[in-house]
């Protein structure tokens, strides 16, 4: 059985390379097995598109986006009159009925004669706009929709957010309510008019309290006006999954002396800052950056964001690992803002970036991981949340009891393992669960995360039997 699939791979392999060399026409026979001109008559008009096709019998017109028909597909454009057909470009077309939109008959509300196209996603004719609504953020019926009042003459596209008519701006094509004369785009997620700066939030803008007629840009992130200097903060709760935004703000004396250093740390009348937070007696002119962008250091003290590390020094301090909160000198081992221990011998953080060990310990999140030996400690598997040395297995910072070595393995490794008698879930034993066919579920997103052949469970907890 082996040998015959070897020799049907092989014979497989030396079609290819004899269709790839041998040549009609001048080019590879291989080119027309992969391309749709295989399959149809070629393209109708291959200087505007390489996606709308003729077929073999000219009865049908077919779209094949790009000619990726292996991977893509193609469909049969319905009704198509084959005799006024007339390619627009890459993804338009038009007949002396219709419009289309790749395969898609656009609405006969839109005036074939005067039909115009704005961007690949926008077009328009004499008279009104349109935008289609797969590149919409709010859910709407499919196919092309009306941008309501849009001026069809001066409407246009400042960026993928926004757009503009001679009377109003629109934000996801919708029209937003600001003096159109004042009004001014500052950064990604700023504007303003004359009355005030607004704001981004959940695919809208808000005003703010922060008056407009003197706001600047200084870059994408940060605006000023003639005393203050303003950013967007963002506050998120891990729990419930959601976002509060607000403008963070500090005075200033000379913009000119605005320093940004990284996202979060910048200089300003040579202060130093952490977001809003002032770094006590930090020296703006001896700063170094780390590779941890929550660590900073000057030519006397290092700083976990605003907070100085007690006894640290700045001239041996380093970071064993750029994306984990660990930091260390010749003496000390600290984590985030807090001095660890005086153990500092071959410091190695693991993958999962909360596990870090020295020639003496073994630390979860700068605790350490009692009883552990540091000399056979590992992760159960890259990335895992689970850690083993030759006597036990932890589950963060915490021993697990009564698992068996030889057998544990892992299920999903922030939150699953298994050996051969039990399930454990985030550390804790699951009872009545069949470990050899527990796993995660995809039955049902919101009710279950993992399941055995017996019942459904959630967060550790059987929840239904099956």
């Not at 004396?253 to 002032?278: M, P």
Request: hydrophobic fraction near 35%.
């Amino acid at each position: 059985m082996l040998s015959l699939l070897f020799w049907v791979i092989v014979g497989g392999i030396i079609t290819v390379t004899v269709l790839a060399k041998v040549k009609l026409n001048e080019r590879p026979l291989l080119s027309y097995i992969i391309s749709p001109s295989f399959w149809f008559d070629g393209t109708i008009d291959e200087e505007k598109s390489n996606s709308y096709y003729l077929s073999y019998n000219h009865q049908d017109i077919y779209y094949c986006r790009n000619g990726f028909w292996f991977n893509l597909g193609y469909t049969r454009i319905e009704g198509a009159d084959l005799a006024s057909f007339e390619v627009l470009d890459e993804f338009y077309a038009r007949d002396k009925h219709h419009l289309y939109f790749q395969a898609e008959r656009i609405s006969h509300l839109v005036d074939r004669d005067s039909f115009e196209i704005v961007s690949f996603y926008v077009i328009r004719d004499d008279s009104r706009v349109y935008v289609h609504s797969d590149n919409l953020r709010r859910e709407e019926n499919d196919g092309f929709i009306l941008i309501e009042g849009a001026d069809a003459t001066s409407f246009e596209l400042l960026d993928d957010n926004w757009a503009r008519d001679k009377n109003h701006y629109y934000f996801d094509f919708l029209p937003v309510d600001i003096d159109y004369a004042s009004f001014e785009i500052l950064t990604e997620d700023l504007a303003k008019d004359n009355q005030s700066v607004l704001m981004r939030h959940d695919d809208s803008y808000k005003r703010t309290e922060i008056a407009g007629q003197d706001i600047q840009a200084f870059d994408d992130t940060y605006i000023y006006d003639n005393d203050r200097i303003y950013w967007r903060d963002v506050e998120y709760n891990d729990e419930h999954n959601v976002a509060k935004s607000w403008m963070s703000s500090i005075e200033y004396q000379d913009i000119s002396s605005f320093n940004v250093l990284n996202r979060e740390f910048f200089v300003l009348d040579n202060n130093v800052y952490f977001d809003a937070h002032l770094l006590p007696n930090a020296n703006a002119k001896t700063l170094e950056q780390l590779a941890h962008y929550a660590y900073i250091k000057d030519d006397k003290q290092v700083f976990f964001k605003q907070f100085p590390l007690p006894n640290a020094d700045p001239d041996s301090f380093a970071i064993p690992h750029h994306w984990a909160d660990y930091g260390h000198d010749n003496e000390h081992l600290y984590y985030r803002d807090q001095l660890v221990a005086n153990d500092v011998a071959n410091p190695t953080v693991f993958d999962n970036q909360s596990y870090l060990k020295t020639d003496h310990h073994v630390y979860f999140e700068g605790r350490i991981l009692a009883g552990a030996k540091a000399e056979s400690f590992d992760l159960l598997e890259p990335y895992a949340t689970y850690g083993k040395d030759d006597q036990a297995v932890y589950f963060e910072d915490q021993k697990i009891d009564g698992i068996d070595l030889q057998s544990v393995e892992v299920i999903l490794r922030e939150k699953a393992i298994r050996d051969a008698n039990n399930v454990f879930w985030k550390g804790q034993k699951v009872e009545g669960a069949d470990p050899k066919s527990f796993a995660r579920s995809y039955e049902d997103f919101e009710r279950f995360d993992a399941e055995d052949k017996n019942h459904y469970y959630w967060d550790g907890q059987r929840v239904q039997s099956k």
